[in-house]
């Protein structure tokens, strides 16, 4: 039913995790989709490779010379970008009195302003389109609040602020501003956690619908986001975490 033929994504974070799901889909959807990594070029070559992609750029989403430097060249190329996917993040955590300020700095310049720089620099290929769609990958921390996770929580809490805002901002020129909040999903960034199968099994059980997200299970909601079926969405952070938000 979604077909997104001749439609330019921009997918920030791309070369694993919820950021290759994101990938995968908008191939398999006929979009032309681009993508960045940070340190695996190999494994980024490979994505490209498997699922059809049309470019990949190496970019730090926190430095500006970088962001500016991939989305001039992706205006060069294609004049336009329809569908941005904010998805590079890292996750932190640490209790209150050990985070250094050195972590705290690190978190929000990958989540917060990296999210900020990259839609800056979009946004005005948008306008003169008349036409976009941003979706930003939040969490479900920043609707609840994590213990020993708050420099995470207060990146995305941020996120979840600058994608409402936007979104009353940037709906008259045709621009719909939206973000997918997830629980925990199995990634490569949480691999470690899980190692512990004792903790695995109570975080489990703590999710309404008792099962840990899939990387697919958040790249549906994105893409539902990124089509037509949502173009009356705009400002909302959807839930995609099993139901553990209405748990506290």
């Known amino acids: ?19 290759e799901a994101c990938v995968k889909l908008f191939c398999e959807v006929h979009a032309k989709v ?15 490779k498997a699922y059809g992609a049309a470019d990949i750029y190496k970019m730090d989403v926190g430095s500006e010379d970088d962001v500016n430097y991939v989305v001039e060249s992706i205006a060069s190329k294609y004049g336009r970008v329809d569908i941005l996917v904010n998805n590079a993040g890292i996750w932190e955590g640490n209790e209150l009195e050990k985070i250094t300020l050195e972590q705290w700095e690190r978190t929000q310049r990958t989540n917060l302003t990296g999210t900020f720089l990259v839609t800056k620099a979009i946004v005005p290929l948008m306008k003169k389109n008349k036409f976009g769609k941003i979706i930003n990958i939040s969490s479900t921390a920043s ?31 045709g621009i719909n501003v939206n973000a997918v909040a997830p629980g925990w999903v199995m990634t490569p960034m949480t691999a470690k956690v899980f190692e512990d199968k004792k903790y695995l099994e109570q975080e489990t059980n703590k999710i309404p619908l008792r099962r840990i997200a899939t990387p697919e299970d958040i790249a549906g909601p994105v893409l539902f986001l990124a089509s037509e079926l949502s173009r009356n969405i705009t400002g909302a952070v959807i839930s995609a975490n099993g139901g553990s938000i209405l748990c506290g």
Do not use: C
């Not at 997104?4 to 921009?10: D, G, P, Y």
């Open 1 to 19: 039913m979604i077909d997104l033929s001749n439609k330019i994504v921009f997918i920030t974070g791309g070369s694993k995790g919820i950021g």
């Open 143 to 173: 609707q609840r609040g994590e213990a020993y996770y708050s420099l995470y929580a207060a990146s995305k809490g941020g996120i979840n602020a600058f994608t409402k805002s936007l979104s009353t901002e940037l709906g008259p020129f």
């Open 34 to 48: 681009i993508f960045t990594y940070n340190s695996d070029e190999e494994e980024a070559e490979k994505i490209q």
